[in-house]
């Protein structure tokens, strides 16, 4: 991606022009669910224009959605962020400034199935969910600046998101530096039920990590044991919901047999007796794997896309049944890896 030194839109409140309603309930409403379309899609003199938020962006060049939330994620980290990237050696580099190298170098002919094509596009269209629907956290912006916290806010913006396309409400906990609660608590619009909700990713080394231009080889286990007993020490008083990210690179056909007996073993091995007197916090646990980060510079094949899996157990302390909802927050994984394909090429003004 060739980012321009000035930016050619403007940033600011709006307003939804006349007739706009209806321009989205018949052209783009029946072809998206309501969580993932564009608030404002619409030509303005000319120009492309989307609301995020409370903020009305126009471009002059940009045709499509994609794009647009992709010069969102550069100008949300910030332009300086990634000027200042560019005077340090590549392997000095934040993932980010070295995902944004290697889209700008290949910006002529660039592999729009590329490993850092695909993982900038997810995270540009995750936190474009956020800030549609609740409002990013400044420390959470200041995590995903930081190299050595950049997986772990990458993360919990994926989780977030899919709690938000299943219709919960994120309230984020704000960091006290003790460690001792949860990331943020959702609570269902519908149902009013509030869930304190955990991720944790996986760090290996030489994937999302500063210095991560080329990857560490395939991991000989799954090996995240130690990251639910760190969930689960948070003990929250709402029903626990933990989140993991394998981080491995899904596909490689040796790896399967070890990720499933693994992802078992792990959570039977939860010791439930040791939480007999307070009852056993947790409701479910979630299992996410995204390889992209493992395919920086080379092409991700359909089976390197995010896959998951579910445990779930009757055996705590909450009058819950969690089975619907973590069906439904599963099947919302496909919706915030499918960027909407709007484009405003032929668009008219409502």
């Given at each position: 991606?060739?980012?321009?030194?000035?930016?050619?839109?403007?940033?600011?409140p709006?307003?939804?022009?006349?007739?706009?309603?209806?321009?989205?309930?018949?052209?783009?409403?029946?072809?998206?669910?309501?969580?993932?379309?564009?608030?404002?899609?619409?030509?303005?003199?000319?120009?492309?224009a989307?609301?995020?938020?409370?903020?009305?962006?126009?471009?002059?060049?940009?045709?499509?959605?994609?794009?647009?939330?992709?010069?969102?994620?550069?100008e949300?980290?910030?332009?300086?962020?990634?000027?200042?990237?560019?005077?340090?050696?590549?392997?000095?580099?934040?993932?980010?400034?070295?995902?944004?190298?290697?889209?700008?170098?290949?910006?002529?002919?660039?592999?729009?199935?590329?490993?850092?094509?695909?993982?900038?596009?997810?995270?540009?269209y995750?936190?474009?969910?956020?800030?549609?629907?609740?409002?990013?956290p400044?420390?959470?912006?200041?995590?995903?600046?930081?190299?050595?916290?950049?997986?772990?806010?990458?993360?919990?913006?994926?989780?977030?998101a899919?709690?938000?396309?299943?219709?919960?409400k994120?309230?984020?906990?704000?960091?006290?530096?003790?460690?001792?609660?949860?990331?943020?608590?959702?609570?269902?619009?519908?149902?009013?039920?509030?869930?304190?909700?955990?991720a944790?990713?996986?760090?290996?080394?030489g994937?999302?990590?500063?210095?991560?231009?080329?990857?560490?080889?395939?991991?000989?286990?799954?090996d995240f044991?130690?990251?639910?007993?760190?969930?689960?020490?948070?003990?929250?008083?709402d029903?626990?919901?933990?989140?993991?990210?394998?981080?491995?690179?899904?596909?490689?056909e040796?790896?399967?047999?070890?990720?499933?007996?693994?992802?078992?073993?792990?959570?039977?091995?939860?010791?439930?007796?040791?939480?007999?007197?307070?009852?056993?916090?947790?409701?479910?646990?979630?299992v996410?794997?995204d390889?992209?980060?493992?395919?920086?510079?080379?092409?991700?094949?359909?089976?390197?896309?995010?896959?998951?899996?579910?445990?779930?157990?009757?055996?705590?302390?909450?009058?819950?049944?969690?089975?619907?909802?973590?069906?439904?927050?599963?099947?919302?994984?496909?919706?915030?890896?499918?960027?909407?394909?709007?484009?405003?090429?032929?668009?008219?003004?409502?």
């Amino acid at each position: 991606m060739t980012i321009p030194s000035t930016p050619p839109y403007s940033v600011g409140p709006y307003q939804k022009p006349n007739g706009w309603d209806e321009f989205i309930q018949k052209h783009i409403s029946g072809h998206y669910g309501f969580t993932n379309v564009p608030s404002l899609t619409v030509l303005v003199t000319g120009n492309a224009a989307l609301g995020i938020g409370r903020s009305f962006y126009t471009h002059e060049f940009l045709i499509s959605f994609r794009e647009f939330v992709s010069y969102f994620l550069f100008e949300l980290v910030t332009r300086e962020f990634f000027d200042n990237q560019r005077n340090l050696e590549m392997g000095d580099r934040h993932p980010l400034s070295i995902w944004d190298a290697l889209l700008s170098r290949n910006a002529g002919g660039q592999n729009s199935e590329s490993g850092e094509s695909i993982a900038w596009a997810m995270l540009a269209y995750q936190l474009y969910i956020l800030e549609e629907h609740s409002s990013i956290p400044p420390d959470l912006l200041q995590r995903l600046r930081d190299s050595k916290q950049f997986q772990g806010a990458r993360y919990e913006i994926q989780v977030a998101a899919m709690m938000i396309c299943t219709g919960h409400k994120i309230d984020w906990l704000k960091p006290d530096g003790s460690g001792k609660h949860v990331e943020f608590i959702a609570t269902h619009s519908n149902t009013g039920q509030r869930f304190a909700v955990e991720a944790k990713s996986r760090h290996r080394e030489g994937v999302l990590a500063k210095g991560s231009e080329s990857v560490s080889s395939v991991p000989l286990r799954v090996d995240f044991s130690h990251l639910i007993s760190r969930a689960l020490a948070k003990n929250p008083i709402d029903p626990l919901l933990i989140f993991i990210d394998a981080n491995v690179p899904h596909g490689v056909e040796e790896m399967q047999p070890t990720l499933e007996r693994e992802i078992d073993a792990a959570w039977k091995r939860v010791d439930r007796k040791s939480w007999s007197e307070k009852g056993f916090p947790c409701v479910g646990m979630i299992v996410t794997n995204d390889s992209s980060p493992w395919r920086v510079g080379k092409e991700l094949k359909s089976e390197g896309l995010p896959c998951w899996a579910k445990f779930c157990t009757d055996d705590h302390r909450h009058e819950l049944d969690a089975v619907p909802y973590l069906d439904e927050i599963l099947s919302s994984l496909s919706t915030i890896v499918r960027i909407p394909d709007l484009n405003w090429k032929n668009s008219k003004r409502p």
